[in-house]
């Protein structure tokens, strides 16, 4: 998928379910979206409790090497708050890279599922370089970037991250971060990320994450440098006009 708009949609704007791979969605805008803007990987269906780790007998099932790169998600989650800008779910071998991502009523980019720290099909993910602002305008226990469970070899990388909103009836009225490690995630280096504050959270997290110089004192050309890169940047005002 390059250079498609997708606007004015009552749920998820693109869904790769299963076994979806080898594919892109490069160049794109998603506005104005009831749910997600971006979404993949298997959430769970009736048969599977979500809190069990996914690894199918049938490898075939799941969505890997997936591209999601310099696209615009922007007002999205405007009929369901709890979806997030970009959703992946069960999954490996996902680069999230030098989106533009705001305008959200919960998280930014949301990667995992199942509250499990059993290695299971997710692995080789990367969030880098994206530019996320203007999150959590309805909810919060959110972040810019929030991710679950074991994920081997992951990576949370020179993203800028900024201007979280303030929730109007969220019951928790600081439980709002950039970064989100939540439930047994592991196996993450979350490296050179700039936010505008030193909001971070690791809750009841498994083993092998790194942290290393994320927050406000980060160099200015790693903020400079996330989000759209310049040869999409004009692609996607072109698309707009």
């Not at 690894?55 to 075939?60: A, E, G, L, N, S």
């Amino acid at each position: 998928f390059k250079a498609c708009i997708f606007r004015h949609l009552a749920a998820t704007g693109l869904d790769l379910i299963s076994g979806v791979n080898n594919t892109s969605i490069v160049g794109c805008i998603f506005e104005d979206i009831g749910g997600s803007g971006i979404r993949a990987g298997f959430y769970g269906d009736l048969g599977i409790e979500a809190h069990i780790p996914y690894d199918p007998k049938d490898i075939r099932e799941v969505c890997h090497h997936i591209t999601i790169s310099n696209n615009l998600v922007t007002n999205c989650t405007n009929e369901y708050w709890g979806c997030d800008g970009i959703n992946v779910a069960f999954a490996h071998d996902v680069d999230i890279s030098h989106n533009e991502v705001s305008h959200l009523n919960n998280s930014g980019i949301s990667l995992g599922w199942g509250w499990t720290g059993v290695v299971n099909c997710m692995k080789n993910n990367r969030i880098h370089a994206n530019n996320i602002h203007h999150f959590a305008k309805q909810l919060y226990d959110v972040a810019g970037i929030y991710v679950l469970s074991a994920q081997p070899n992951s990576e949370i990388s020179e993203n800028a991250i900024h201007h979280t909103e303030k929730a109007p009836y969220a019951h928790l009225d600081t439980h709002f971060h950039n970064i989100y490690l939540d439930q047994n995630t592991s196996f993450f280096r979350v490296v050179n990320n700039w936010t505008d504050s030193d909001r971070f959270n690791a809750n009841a997290t498994g083993p092998g994450n790194e942290w290393v110089n994320n927050g406000p004192r980060v160099s200015e050309e790693i903020r400079k440098n996330a989000g759209l890169e310049k040869e999409y940047i004009y692609l996607l005002k072109v698309l707009e006009e």
